[in-house]
């Protein structure tokens, strides 16, 4: 089985670490990065080929910006969207349009995604 490979990027420094710390020792997932700065995000997802990125969520109820240029030019990525200041997370993906749903902010919730069988919360328009 092909491992499921994670680029963690973005701000909060802690926020990054305690993401890696709770998925690394995953063994159906490989971190292929990390990533502090947004404006080094672009040539990361370029040089690792991740299936997911994870990012920290600024305002619950909108797509980081420069996550819909990753998707319009990676629409195989998923993204997961953290933030842990209000307990939130939401799952973003391509197709025709970028979809998201809330999903459990928690390990199990985040893990769920990862690997597809996330159980959303909420439809997020």
């Not at 993401?19 to 995000?41: K, W």
């Not at 797509?63 to 799952?91: M, W, Y």
Request: negative net charge; charged residues 20%.
């Amino acid at each position: 089985m092909k491992a499921i490979r994670v680029l963690v990027a973005n701000r909060p420094r802690l926020m990054r670490e305690l993401v890696i710390a709770t998925i690394s020792d995953q063994p159906d997932i490989e971190i292929v990065g990390e990533i502090p700065e947004e404006s080094g995000i672009e040539s990361a997802v370029e040089q690792t080929q991740p299936d997911f990125l994870i990012v920290a969520l600024d305002r619950q109820d909108r797509l980081p910006e420069f996550c819909q240029g990753i998707l319009q030019n990676h629409p195989q990525i998923k993204i997961i969207a953290i933030a842990s200041d209000r307990n939130s997370t939401v799952f973003y993906w391509a197709s025709l349009r970028v979809q998201s749903n809330q999903i459990e902010a928690s390990e199990a919730g985040v893990l769920n995604a990862l690997r597809g069988i996330a159980q959303p919360t909420a439809r997020l328009q």
